[in-house]
């Protein structure tokens, strides 16, 4: 494996437990699958729809999120919201990425 | 059907009921909205290989489905997998063993050495496939399992002489049954295989002594009841078979038995007095068993042993000819090894009477 694909493997590695907390945190604000897509591209993250549309059924079994399908542009959508666990769980999630990272810049310095 | 309904139903076809109607309502949705906005851009409708190529950037659709699945994504995964491949190993040297010893049997009974070589060879390697397919099966059962089995977490030190087994290297075996080569010399002197260890070791090889008794297993390419055993010019056959169609079944259940005995053994490690009872009934099950095969089965007819004096006698001569002439009677081994072969069982008799009275068993004690 080249320096290239070893860098990309451990990139993906690296960024793959920060998504959840990156879903979380768009959907402060409700959101459809797509639209929250473009949301977290503009952002710089982008998501493939065979992991976000997965991440966020587990997220709404563990009931972190609710949603509903509404009407919306002719199209009947489904809408993900953070419900009031969610609020709490991502508060948390974010003391805890502050640490780790205010942890690895010492680290790294 | 447009290309977007056959990516769709393709996806479909691979989920389950439950949700499948609202997976593939949010894949249509988020589908023609990038359609839309592609379109937009460009100020046109798109051609068919352009929404191909948006569902191509989806991703295939077996992938794309797996994705939503509820249960895990591999066959084995990373927590379960060193024990498949622990389990697989160990199957693997005992299948080894048995055929070394089936090639050996071959030769001795008259069979040519290099035929003997390349059916062992070939049953080996049917054999490896079954139990690697067997294991599989096991490993993808208890992987969906919602709780895994509790010797993952419940294990202990003392028992990890036994994992070297593994170490599929002479060294590596003789220091895991006890030996200790190689080893170094402060856990040499300490070392020694636990009960549990012992039991495990013993279930995993009566399992597949018991899966070759009973066919599932065949080594040599021939099953047991069709070889053929001619020694030095004395046709064997016919008692063979016999004796093997007399006592296929109680060898059955004994293997049966025996597994399940020593599962139960591992898991309850403290149950001496238990142990002890078990222990008894499957030695006295063996001690009949071999003296039936001495004293009266097709076998001992064949081999023209009457009674247990006979039996005694013919051993004796055996070794006296054996040690002055240097030539040993295959017979008279034979004999010689059913009359050892009584006192085995004998003695797991007294020593299980001892731990059934006085519910010790000294193994159980720490090692210093």
């Known amino acids: 494996m080249g320096e290239a694909e070893t860098f990309e493997a451990l990139r993906l590695e690296l960024r793959r437990g920060s998504l959840v907390l990156a879903v979380l945190a768009r959907l402060r604000s409700e959101q459809y699958g797509y639209s929250l897509r473009m949301a977290l591209a503009e952002d710089g993250i982008e998501m493939e729809e065979s992991t976000l549309y997965p991440l966020l059924r587990r997220l709404e079994s563990q009931g972190l999120l609710t949603s509903e399908w509404r009407e919306e542009a002719k199209r009947k959508k489904r809408f993900y ?16 990425w502050r640490r780790i990272s205010a942890s690895l810049e010492t680290v790294l310095a | 059907m447009t290309l977007i309904d056959r990516y769709l139903a393709a996806v479909a076809a691979q989920l389950s009921a439950a949700g499948r109607d609202d997976v593939v309502a949010e894949l249509r949705d988020d589908i023609m909205s990038r359609i839309e906005a592609r379109q937009e851009g460009l100020g046109r409708d798109l051609t068919p290989d352009e929404i191909e190529t948006i569902l191509r950037e989806i991703g295939h659709p077996l992938a794309v489905a797996a994705r939503f699945g509820s ?3 591999q066959l084995i995964g990373p927590e379960l997998f060193p024990w498949w491949m622990f389990g697989v190993k160990v199957g693997l040297i005992v299948l080894v063993a048995i055929t070394l010893f089936s090639v050996l049997i071959k030769t001795i009974s008259g069979q040519d050495l290099s035929q003997a070589i390349g059916q062992g060879f070939a049953s080996l390697f049917s054999g490896a496939m ?33 994992f070297e087994v593994a170490r599929l290297d002479a060294e590596g075996f003789n220091h895991a049954l006890g030996s200790g080569a190689g080893a170094p010399e402060s856990v040499r002197k300490t070392q020694r ?3 549990v260890a012992r039991a495990l070791s013993s279930a995993v090889a009566a399992a597949v002594l018991t899966a070759w008794w009973a066919g599932a ?17 004395v046709d064997y056959t016919h008692a063979v078979r016999e004796t093997v169609s007399l006592i296929f079944w109680p060898v059955v259940v004994y293997g049966v038995s025996r597994v399940l005995f020593d599962v139960f053994r591992a898991a309850n490690p403290r149950a001496v007095r238990l142990a002890a009872v078990g222990d ?23 081999l023209e042993v009457g009674d247990l004096r006979q039996a005694l006698e013919r051993t004796w001569d055996t070794v006296q000819t054996g040690f002055q002439s240097g030539v040993w009677s295959l017979s008279g081994i034979v004999v010689m090894i059913m009359v050892m072969s009584l006192l085995e069982p004998a003695g797991r008799i007294l020593i299980s009477l001892v731990r059934l009275v006085t519910g010790v068993d000294r193994r159980l004690e720490p090692s210093r």
Not at chain 1, 81 to 96: F, M, P
Not at chain 2, 132 to 146: C, M, P, S
């Open chain 2, 130 to 162: 079954t139990l690697i397919g067997v294991a599989t099966a096991a490993g993808y059962i208890i992987e969906r399992q919602g709780e895994k089995p509790s010797f993952i977490t419940n294990w202990r030190v003392r028992d990890l002489g036994f």
């Open chain 2, 280 to 302: 008894i009934a499957l030695a006295c099950a063996r001690f009949v068993f071999t003296a039936w095969l001495l004293l009266i089965s097709p076998l001992s007819r064949a």
């Open chain 2, 71 to 73: 249960g895990p994504q």
């Open chain 1, 81 to 96: 919201r953070l419900s009031a666990e969610g609020e709490a769980v991502l508060a948390r999630l974010h003391a805890e």
């Open chain 2, 193 to 195: 295989m636990s009960p």
């Open chain 2, 217 to 233: 297993i065949l080594f040599g390419g021939v099953p047991l009841n069709e070889w053929v055993v001619v020694v030095a010019g």
